[in-house]
């Protein structure tokens, strides 16, 4: 009794199973079209704002180049909503962060948008063209209206599709506020060493060969072979290299992975006379703490 049981159980499993083969299954997936989205392509001729140039004829100009599920036709795309917030450096003369503003919606695509910054600055209130400061960043971000309705924007998107320079497409893209950088006085050899730090083992760590060279296509951006003066290296690890941008004199390091992300903590300066540059980083992982003083050779 019990053998014939069980192979009836086994018979009706059978049975189970095939008729499950059989049967158009649905994932939850096919449910719903692919998203979509919008990439920005910087003119890195119009990608700041040039302090000491003349702001009244200033432009931001960016290519728009849409990306869905038909590759680049922007088929699945009712509209592109582009919006402005305003981050200034300091609140000198009563600036303020503002909200995102919306500047303009955009139905078509493949072609260059073109912003006049006065135009900008006009969007912000008590912002005029006279008190931008030095490091003051217009954010801009971009939010896709798809033809069924829904939206996909920097709030509901991975930064996979959106946040990285080899993606698709666009979440945000800061334009900031800068000045003529001496791309040959930073350019060159240096020698490094740790000053300062939270952790002893990495004060008088040095790095006597560390170069420092243009890297673009922003005139203010320069790569560096070594930010941490090789203080790792005992760790296991070894130089680190990274970019830097040269905003009005104040050097500032692109964040990078090194033990762990390790980001510019402000405060950094640039002596061209005597050619020593200064970085403040911190690195997550550990919660490490280290100045770098740099000098040219």
């Not at 303020?96 to 948008?113: C, G, H, P, W």
């Not at 240096?190 to 004060?203: D, E, L, Q, R, W």
Request: with cysteine; net charge negative; hydrophobic share 35%.
């Amino acid at each position: 009794m019990k053998t014939y049981n069980i192979k009836f159980f086994l018979f009706i499993l059978g049975l189970t199973v095939l008729a499950a083969c059989e049967t158009d299954y649905e994932s939850p997936l096919e449910e719903f079209d692919r998203g979509a989205t919008v990439k920005a392509i910087l003119d890195p001729e119009h990608s700041s704002i040039n302090l000491l140039g003349d702001v009244s004829t200033a432009t931001v100009e960016f290519e728009i180049v849409p990306f869905d599920e038909n590759g680049q036709n922007a088929d699945l795309i009712e509209s592109l909503e582009i919006s402005v917030q305003f981050l200034p450096a300091d609140t000198a003369g009563g600036k303020r962060q503002t909200d995102e503003i919306l500047v303009s919606t955009e139905t078509t695509f493949n072609k260059t948008v073109v912003y006049e910054v006065p135009d900008l600055v006009d969007l912000i209130p008590g912002l005029t063209t006279t008190n931008l400061g030095p490091s003051d960043v217009f954010r801009f971000s971009f939010n896709v209206i798809t033809s069924d309705g829904r939206e996909f924007g920097p709030s509901n998107t991975a930064s996979q599709i959106c946040g990285t320079a080899g993606s698709n497409g666009t979440c945000t893209f800061d334009v900031p506020v800068t000045c003529p950088s001496d791309n040959e006085s930073f350019a060159g050899e240096y020698s490094s060493v740790i000053t300062a730090s939270n952790f002893g083992g990495f004060v008088g760590s040095t790095n006597p060969s560390v170069t420092i060279a243009f890297a673009g296509p922003e005139e203010f951006r320069y790569s560096i072979s070594d930010i941490t003066s090789l203080a790792y290296v005992p760790f296991g690890g070894t130089a680190y290299a990274t970019d830097f941008v040269d905003i009005c004199g104040t050097p500032s390091f692109t964040t990078v992975q090194t033990f762990g992300a390790t980001s510019d903590t402000g405060g950094g300066t640039w002596d061209p006379e005597n050619g020593v540059l200064t970085f403040n980083a911190f690195e997550a992982n550990n919660g490490l703490t280290w100045t770098v003083v740099l000098t040219k050779k």
